[in-house]
């Protein structure tokens, strides 16, 4: 049914070595970031409630630092999300470079660029804030859990770590970027909206818990280019 080279590509990608799948989930850890960050400023309705549509990029990086955290450990965790930090501040210092500089007189939407990206800078430094206080609560209660349960019931420490590592990047994120940017955003209802997209997110998390199993499966499984090394062209 299919080509035999494609049959064997898809072995190669199943049997990575380690440290490929690493860099493979780091960089999903690392887009799922830049992704909420740089597309959130727009909603969307979902069930009737208006969310951000970043929300559906962020739960990504609860998911990979958690997988991350099983199979590697707590000190490899971190340093994903240290790297997922400067690489937002890049992004973040680069966006303000772009806005602030004056537009070619055949650029006819810089109005709307200034507008679109502008709301990002806020976005970005809020989600500075939020993510290393919510991801390093994550790291601390995924390992807590594992430790009490003695390495049993990933499904309870992944949901567990991952419930109160939303609502404390979702209380700070919401009035860091929304605080008052107009008279609508007062207190009660930023608490309102964040009770709302934390729900979203409660929900998320429960539904990638068989995605969390299948990817520490994965990332478990020995290679058979594990050996291969690190001076060699890796061959996928």
């Not at 680069?94 to 976005?123: C, D, G, H, W």
């Not at 390495?151 to 970027?177: E, H, Y």
Request: proline share 3%; net charge positive; hydrophobic share 55%.
């Amino acid at each position: 049914m299919f080509p035999e080279n494609f049959k064997l590509k898809i072995l190669n990608l199943l049997s990575m070595s380690q440290h490929f799948k690493l860099t493979i989930i780091s960089s999903i850890f690392i887009a799922g970031l830049l992704a909420a960050n740089l597309l959130g400023s727009k909603v969307t309705t979902l069930f009737g409630i208006a969310v951000s549509v970043g929300i559906f990029a962020y739960p990504l990086t609860f998911l990979m630092t958690d997988a991350i955290a099983e199979v590697y450990g707590k000190k490899k965790a971190k340093q994903v999300v240290w790297a997922a930090l400067i690489a937002q501040i890049l992004v973040l210092f680069l966006t303000v470079i772009a806005v602030k500089l004056p537009p070619a007189s055949r650029y006819t939407l810089n109005e709307q660029y200034v507008v679109v990206f502008n709301s990002s800078i806020r976005m970005m430094v809020a989600s500075l804030i939020a993510f290393i206080a919510s991801q390093t609560h994550d790291i601390w209660a995924f390992e807590f859990w594992k430790e009490k349960t003695k390495g049993k019931w990933l499904w309870l420490r992944n949901n567990a770590s991952t419930i109160v590592s939303q609502a404390i990047d979702t209380l700070l994120f919401m009035f860091i970027a929304f605080y008052h940017i107009s008279d609508k955003f007062t207190t009660p209802f930023i608490l309102q909206l964040c009770l709302s997209y934390w729900l979203f997110k409660v929900a998320f998390a429960l539904l990638d818990t068989p995605f969390v199993y299948l990817l520490v499966g994965w990332l478990r499984k020995s290679g058979k280019e594990d050996e291969v090394s690190d001076s060699e062209p890796l061959q996928i």
